[in-house]
């Protein structure tokens, strides 16, 4: 397997989460998010969305993370990503899209360069931009978490599901910008359940051979 990666990304953070988890190592191809590698044709003949991730398995190109990890699960089902009850598969995927399609896209780099080089948005508003999206969505996350017994160790039972390996990358760009995850208690208590074990700790940023 081959893993178009970048350390910040957190989409491709989630990826590298869930490959530790299946206890596999694929090669790295590292694209340079800020000196716009997802845009060399190269990249975009791989991914024509130019964006990272990227996994290579045989003749298969994988795009998406949550395509990716879900096949992974599928192909690798040990340990499973997703509880087996459908009503528990559902509330797994909810909050793992609620990082995934709700908070995390509006946040993308992408975005970021075209509020501050297009619309003019200044480093401040871009910040505070960034910062509302998060804290707009752990709100809600927070608010889930908090109020459904099945929340347990994890954000879902007592082992990792989608749901931590979409949250906790989430939590980084938060500390990113300074935000105070305690805010958040049931959040920053995942999160520290989750970054003791060694496949979210060994995926975080500041420890992939690209990190600046
Ligand atoms: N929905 C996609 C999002 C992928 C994505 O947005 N990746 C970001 C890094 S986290 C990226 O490549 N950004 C490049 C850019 O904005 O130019 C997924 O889950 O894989």
């Known amino acids: 397997m081959k893993l178009y990666?970048?350390?910040?990304?957190?989409?491709?953070?989630?990826?590298?989460?869930?490959?530790?988890?299946?206890?596999?190592?694929?090669?790295?191809?590292?694209?340079?998010?800020?000196?716009?590698?997802?845009?060399?044709?190269?990249?975009?003949?791989?991914?024509?969305?130019?964006?990272?991730?990227?996994?290579?398995?045989?003749?298969?190109?994988l795009t998406q993370s949550l395509a990716i990890i879900e096949y992974l699960d599928e192909t690798h089902p040990a340990p499973p990503l997703l509880p087996k009850a459908p009503a528990d598969r559902a509330r797994v995927r909810a909050l793992a899209l609620a990082v995934a399609c709700d908070i995390h896209p509006i946040d993308n780099l992408r975005v970021l360069r075209y509020i501050t080089r297009v619309l003019g948005a200044s480093d401040e508003q871009k910040d505070a931009w960034y910062e509302h999206w998060i804290r707009l969505g752990f709100d809600a996350i927070e608010a889930r978490l908090a109020s459904d017994p099945r929340t347990g160790r994890f954000c879902h039972g007592d082992t990792p599901t989608l749901a931590d390996i979409c949250l906790i990358p989430q939590c980084a760009n938060a500390r990113r910008v300074k935000m105070n995850i305690d805010e958040f208690p049931t959040i920053a208590r995942i999160e520290r359940e989750a970054n003791a074990l060694s496949a979210f700790a060994d995926a975080a940023p500041a420890r992939q051979p690209d990190a600046a």
Do not use: M
């Not at 130019?50 to 003749?59: A, F, R």
């Open 5 to 61: 990666n970048y350390f910040r990304s957190s989409a491709a953070y989630r990826v590298r989460i869930a490959l530790n988890l299946k206890g596999l190592q694929p090669e790295n191809v590292f694209i340079h998010l800020l000196k716009n590698e997802q845009q060399a044709q190269d990249y975009l003949s791989v991914n024509p969305q130019g964006l990272v991730p990227t996994l290579v398995d045989g003749d298969e190109v």
